[in-house]
């Protein structure tokens, strides 16, 4: 998983670096809400979830939640609460209609069943992200988290912007998102989620990327490329997450 996780980091990582923050009145920004169930509590944190979208439901809420459920990895057992598609102005207008509200509908039907929860607030990278056409969420999604080293991102992106530019060139076939984080947690931390239908979509596209980056720039420029993205990676790790769309709020339906 490593090696794949490398490959994918090299196509899709965006070259934007820390310091941006709030700057791109385009930008897509949104947050994201990990809950740890307290133990033997799966069912009535689910049941809670439930009680609780109901509640945007009842406010007419105008953003979708889309809530995930950690099936691999260190977080295993834990759920993502996610809402994207925003600018940042659109982050305090929601908080002014519905922020006091949803802490207190929170505090009554999620906090008793959590053993911890963290938001954070992420930006999608739209000009380096390839998401399907259709915009109903896939079933399974692999994250990919990578946690650069300070002073990095200036080696790292131009590296990766020669890698993009031989991806684009073969067409490398794969759907995905790639998000920076922007407030929340420990930076610089990129996340790349990749579209899957099933577990067989582990396996990657082909041709394996190494063959594809190597007719395209050349070995000895190939093996550069993606030593200097090697060494701007501080620490990664990957999970798989499953959409649960009856624990998430869409608005408009039932």
Known sequence: MRK???VLLAIFVASIVPGTFGQDKSADVGWVYA?????????QLEEGRKRHMDFHRKQND?????VWQIE???STGSYYSTSFGHSWKDLDAWEEKMGTADTADGAANLAPYAASTTASIWEVMKDVSRSPKD???PKLAQVNHFLLKPGSDRDFNDAIRKITDAINKANWATNYTWYQLQDGGEGPHYVLL???????DLAGPEPEFPVMLEKAVGRHDAEALMHSVDQSIKREWTETIRYRPDLSYVPGHK
């Open 4 to 6: 794949a996780a490398l």
């Open 35 to 43: 809950t740890m169930p307290k133990p033997g509590m799966i069912k």
């Open 62 to 66: 105008s953003w979708t939640w889309s």
């Open 72 to 74: 691999t990895g260190e």
């Open 135 to 137: 915009e109903e969420p």
């Open 194 to 200: 990749i579209y899957m239908n099933g577990w067989a």
